[in-house]
């Protein structure tokens, strides 16, 4: 199957600092992936599709500056929390997408505790 | 601008039964539609698609309906067992547009044994 991991799973950070988070797509090249977050009891909400090599597309009302988005390889793509401040506190979930024809498969998330 | 929506925040069902999960959609552009199980914690996980030139795609204990005209998708599980007790999301894409999903806000479905 697809697998995708993140890593961490979970982050306590303080206030100014910066985060990263790191999502592998494991037994697959991933043309594109994807950052979504989810808040308590809320629907994902897509942040920014990333394709290799290229700028990252966020979303209406995502801060490029502070949410940093690299995809470097067709397995790796991260996202920086720059200077998180305690409403970044999410759960944070990547996925990827082998080809426009097949589904997106979730890593397993990774939450972020902004104190 | 909520152009998934899933009206019902929980459902509770008794193992055995049928569960059905609902999902509207305004957006007429959307040709592929997909639920997805998730538990707490944890990202979520594929469970059935459909695209629109069907209007029921079956997959073991899970089949997806789909109405064109009404906007309106739901997926029924059955027998329904307690491992099926998680939050299901309904999503839809656009093609064509990076396949961008837009996700519905969930159902919590609860098995009763």
């Known amino acids: 199957g697809a697998v995708v991991s993140q890593h961490p799973s979970w982050v306590i950070c303080k206030s100014g600092t910066s985060v990263k988070i790191e999502c592998r797509s494991l037994?697959?090249?991933?043309?594109?992936m994807f950052w979504y977050r989810q808040f308590p009891k809320q629907s994902l909400m897509l942040m920014a599709t990333?394709?290799?090599?290229?700028?990252?597309?966020?979303e209406q009302g995502v801060e490029k500056d502070k949410f940093l988005i690299n995809h470097a390889s067709l397995t790796l793509s991260t996202l920086t929390v720059t200077s998180a401040h305690p409403e970044d506190s999410s759960f944070y979930i990547c996925?990827?997408?082998?080809?426009?024809?097949?589904?997106?498969?979730f890593g397993p998330g990774t939450r972020l505790l902004v104190l | 601008d909520q152009q998934v929506k899933q009206n019902s925040p929980s459902l509770s069902v008794q193992e055995g039964r049928i569960s059905i999960l609902n999902c509207d959609y305004t957006?007429?552009?959307?040709?592929?539609f997909l639920w997805y199980k998730k538990y707490p914690a944890e990202g979520p996980t594929f469970l059935i698609s459909?695209?629109?030139?069907?209007d029921k795609n079956e997959d073991g204990r899970f089949t997806v309906f789909l109405n064109k005209s009404a906007k309106h998708l739901s997926l029924h599980i059955v027998p329904s067992q307690p491992g099926d007790s998680a939050v299901y999301f309904c999503?839809?894409?656009?093609?064509?547009?990076?396949?961008?999903?837009?996700f519905g806000t969930g159902t919590s479905l609860t098995v009763i044994p």
């Open positions: 459909i695209s629109s030139i069907k």
């Open positions: 996925s990827a997408r082998r080809t426009v024809q097949e589904t997106q498969y």
């Open positions: 037994d697959f090249q991933a043309t594109t």
């Open positions: 999503a839809a894409s656009i093609p064509n547009t990076g396949n961008q999903f837009y």
């Open positions: 990333s394709n290799e090599g290229s700028k990252a597309t966020y």
């Open positions: 957006n007429s552009m959307f040709d592929y």
